[in-house]
């Protein structure tokens, strides 16, 4: 499970453990307003969202509003986005980036994948933000090459 909290104008990414293990750049922050907007209030000072990998074969059957649901079959990869029932494919950019923001999630050798975002509450993301800042400063996602 990952979480990608915004404190204040700070952008970060959390492993499941629930410590900071980076802190986004400009285009990362761009791209997550891009597929998971929805699920981010960008005006409050605390948003965020987590991401988790489903177990095989449970895929949910509908999705919420507040939903994001990425799939991998074999090499093709969908996000479908829960609020307005669509989906759309991603491009070897959009899937390079996500192997590369999340890749704990991402099992190499597997023919499929589920990735479920929802948004966090926001005293998940309090505790998060506060340990955060307890702990030593996180290292910076380093750009594709």
């Not at 479920?116 to 030593?136: D, I, R, Y």
Request: glycine share 4%; aromatic share 10%.
């Amino acid at each position: 499970m990952y979480y990608i909290c915004k404190f204040r104008m700070a952008w970060s990414i959390f492993d499941d453990s629930g410590h900071s293990d980076q802190t986004l750049e400009s285009d990362d922050i761009d791209r997550v307003k891009k597929y998971f907007g929805a699920l981010l209030e960008d005006t409050k000072i605390l948003t965020g969202l987590q991401i988790i990998a489903l177990p095989p074969n449970k895929r949910p059957k509908a999705l919420h509003a507040q939903e994001f649901l990425i799939s991998k079959l074999f090499s093709k990869w969908v996000i479908f986005d829960g609020n307005t029932q669509t989906d759309r494919w991603l491009d070897a950019i959009e899937i390079a980036w996500i192997k590369k923001l999340i890749p704990d999630l991402i099992n190499a050798t597997g023919y499929n994948l589920d990735l479920l975002a929802t948004p966090v509450q926001a005293n998940k993301l309090l505790q998060l933000s506060l340990e955060e800042k307890a702990s030593e400063p996180g290292k910076t996602i380093n750009k594709p090459t």
